[in-house]
């Protein structure tokens, strides 16, 4: 699957953003998804992915209780609602698709078939 990610841009801290995945593959319902983050001069790392069905989800600790992920497969489109952002959530984001990944794996980068190019984020204090 191909996929384009969007809604980036600059906020200040406590703002909200939603970025947009969305995919041009008719199988996008057989993928779990997930979203990643990477900050300058640091590595990729995992934000939260959501398994194909929709039915379960998985965040890292540092975006629990502020970041959503959700998917709509009717319109091939995962999303992710940031909400209180930080500072430390300036990073290029980025989606990527794992076909049929279960919720356990998809903390992994490695198990992803499909990248996104990313989207600027930028939280300003």
């Known amino acids: 699957v191909q996929l384009q990610a969007s809604g980036g841009g600059l906020v200040q801290a406590g703002g909200s953003l939603r970025l947009s995945c969305v995919s041009s593959?008719?199988?996008?319902?057989?993928?779990?998804m997930g979203w990643f983050r990477q900050a300058p001069g640091k590595e990729r790392e995992f934000v939260a992915a959501i398994d194909w069905s929709g039915s379960s989800t998985d965040y890292a600790d540092s975006v629990k209780g502020r970041f959503t992920i959700s998917r709509d497969n009717a319109k091939n489109v995962v999303y992710l609602q940031m909400n209180s952002l930080k500072p430390e959530d300036t990073a290029v984001y980025s989606c990527a698709a794992a076909y049929y990944g279960s919720i356990r794996s998809l903390m992994m980068k490695d198990v992803y078939d499909s990248w996104g190019q990313g989207t600027l984020v930028t939280v300003s204090s």
């Open positions: 593959g008719r199988t996008f319902r057989r993928y779990g």
